[in-house]
């Protein structure tokens, strides 16, 4: 059975950061593109970052650039979003999915095929 299990969202101030976890399980990630997007009451989810589990190709979407890092450590079978310089507009619940043999990055939450439940990231101003 495909998993993948959020954790380390939590309440913190504006400025500060955080590090949340997707741990991923049930099948072999190695040739996926694995994603973090986002979503704040009312509104649609959103891609936040993106990495390749081969090569470590990343992407980050233009409102988390130079504040957001996503890693991945293979031997963990995890991936990793470093955020930084949060802002209140950063709050949301935070997914993790994967895209299945897919070779490359997208933008589109239709692309993926497994989710995570989510994590919770509320910033305080």
């Known amino acids: 059975q495909v998993q993948l299990v959020e954790s380390g969202g939590g309440l913190v101030q504006a400025g500060g950061s955080l590090r949340l976890s997707c741990l991923a399980s049930g099948r072999t990630f190695s040739s996926d593109a694995m994603a973090w997007f986002r979503q704040a009451p009312g509104k649609e989810r959103e891609f936040v970052a993106g990495?390749?589990?081969?090569?470590?190709?990343?992407y980050n979407a233009d409102l988390v650039k130079g504040r957001f890092t996503i890693s991945r450590d293979n031997a963990k079978n995890t991936v990793y979003l470093q955020m930084n310089s949060l802002k209140p507009e950063d709050t949301g619940v935070y997914s993790c999915?994967?895209?299945?043999?897919?070779?490359?990055?997208?933008?589109?939450?239709?692309?993926?095929?497994?989710w995570g439940q989510g994590t919770q990231v509320t910033v305080s101003s």
């Open positions: 999915a994967a895209g299945r043999w897919k070779g490359y990055i997208s933008l589109r939450v239709g692309y993926y095929d497994y």
């Open positions: 990495i390749r589990w081969t090569g470590g190709t990343t």
